[in-house]
């Protein structure tokens, strides 16, 4: 029986040993997303907790719309890679998150936070623009959007902000015919960046000036 004790004691410790071996590592946290022109995706996050050097990949999984299933779309296998630009049109609707497997992919962590795109509209009353944007639900250093605006063919310009919850922005052009195109940044925890989709407006002003009537008239009788 004594015999049989020590047996089924040496049991446990090696189940309670494999077990605490092989654990999964906390779940990675996204804290940037940013589109370029080309509707191309980048996704920045926070490195999880590794002190046995268990990792093995980060896994990105992505869903097109608002409903149907997450699906794998990149795998990671560097542990100190903490950022990644993924190819392709993802400046509409769809939605990110991330897991870290450990010990061969034995061990998967949850799932991080799902993040989107900040994704803003435009409208138009002749040369008056209103940028509209809806809720990003990403944590930022200072909570403040950044508005950049291009001209036809010219550089993008800095051209104001808004705080939250405020996410509308009025901008009224000196242009008469332009096609326009804006773009916002708000700076997320750790000092990245996200960044919005690159909508263009084309505006034409069709108000003529107000009339101006000829008042007085004289004339030089020398000349």
Same mark, same amino acid.
């Given at each position: 029986l004594k015999r049989l004790t020590i047996k089924y004691i040496l049991l446990m410790a090696l189940i309670f040993f494999v077990k605490s071996g092989f654990s999964a590592l906390s779940a990675p #946290?996204?804290?940037?997303?940013? @589109?370029?022109?080309?509707?191309?995706?980048? @996704?920045?996050?926070?490195?999880?907790?590794?002190?046995n050097?268990?990792?093995?990949?980060?896994?990105?999984?992505?869903?097109?719309?608002?409903?149907?299933?997450?699906?794998?779309?990149?795998?990671?296998?560097?542990?100190?890679?903490l950022t990644t630009t993924i190819l392709g049109n993802f400046s509409g609707i769809g939605s990110f998150y991330i897991v870290v497997t450990s010990n061969g992919g034995i061990? #998967?962590?949850?799932?991080?936070?799902?993040?989107?795109? @900040?994704?803003?509209?435009?409208?138009?009353?002749?040369?008056?623009?209103?940028?509209?944007?809806?809720?990003?639900?990403?944590?930022?250093?200072?909570?403040?959007?950044?508005?950049?605006?291009?001209?036809?063919?010219?550089?993008?310009?800095?051209?104001?902000?808004?705080?939250?919850?405020n996410q509308q922005? #009025?901008?009224t052009l000196k242009e008469c015919k332009a096609n326009v195109q804006y773009y916002v940044e708000i700076e997320g925890i750790g000092g990245c960046e996200s960044r919005s989709n690159f909508p263009v407006e084309a505006i034409l002003d069709k108000t003529p000036p107000l009339q101006t009537n000829l008042i007085c008239a004289s004339v030089d009788t020398s000349s």
């Open positions: #946290v996204l804290q940037c997303i940013a @589109l370029d022109e080309a509707g191309n995706v980048t @996704l920045t996050w926070s490195q999880p907790q590794d002190p050097s268990e990792f093995s990949q980060y896994i990105i999984y992505y869903q097109d719309g608002e409903v149907g299933s997450f699906n794998s779309i990149e795998q990671i296998n560097s542990y100190d890679t061990e #998967v962590s949850p799932s991080s936070n799902v993040v989107s795109p @900040l994704l803003i509209s435009l409208s138009n009353s002749n040369r008056q623009i209103i940028v509209k944007f809806g809720e990003f639900n990403l944590p930022s250093t200072d909570s403040i959007f950044q508005i950049y605006r291009r001209i036809d063919l010219g550089p993008f310009v800095w051209i104001g902000q808004t705080k939250r919850p922005f #009025v901008d």
